[in-house]
């Protein structure tokens, strides 16, 4: 599933089956490789509250189902969303070879099933590779190292995978 696809998502309780809220954005660890939480915006107008990916008891394709409206608090009450990256923060990172040749920047993450972890990442593709369908991908564990600056570095022979020959 695409990280993109679960904002709007609706969020679920499980304990009086009512609609708590929708998912405004995918938090992830500072190397955007495992998924920390969600925020769930309530109401058209409404704050934004948190909920940790321990607490939300499954993933579907059409909300998210968490135990209970406790599930969900400020964001700040979460040791383990302190500097969570967000999904806007992932795309737009620049993917850099060690060789120091940009391959392009990160268009979307693709995550497991149960959106836990990140299992590849796709690159903005030019129009004209849209055009054909040319998904340019390459799978998460290829990543070497992500700076703070919006840059990912990754070996060098993936540029022969990314790009054509």
Same mark, same amino acid.
């Given at each position: 599933m695409k990280a993109s696809d679960l904002k709007g998502r #609706?969020?679920?309780t499980?304990?009086?089956a009512s609609k708590v809220g929708q998912v405004d954005d995918v938090l992830f660890d500072a190397a955007f490789r495992e998924v920390l939480g969600f925020r769930v915006k309530k109401g058209t107008f409404g704050h934004t509250d948190?909920?940790?990916r321990t607490n939300v008891s499954a993933v579907g394709a059409d909300a998210l189902t968490v135990p209970?409206?406790?599930a969900i608090n400020a964001e700040d009450r979460f040791a383990e969303l302190a500097g969570a990256a967000t999904t806007s923060q #992932?795309?737009?990172?620049?993917?850099?070879?060690e060789g120091g040749d940009l391959l392009g920047t990160i268009a979307e993450l693709d995550l497991d099933d149960e959106a836990r972890t990140v299992l590849t990442y796709t690159l903005a593709a030019p129009l004209l590779d849209k055009l054909r369908h040319r998904v340019l991908s390459f799978n998460a564990t290829?990543?070497?190292r992500l700076g703070e600056g919006g840059i990912m570095i990754?070996?060098?022979a993936l540029?022969?995978?990314?790009r054509p020959a």
């Open positions: #609706a969020v679920v499980l304990a009086d948190a909920v940790t209970n409206p406790e #992932a795309y737009g990172t620049k993917v850099v070879t290829q990543v070497l990754v070996p060098d540029a022969s995978e990314v």
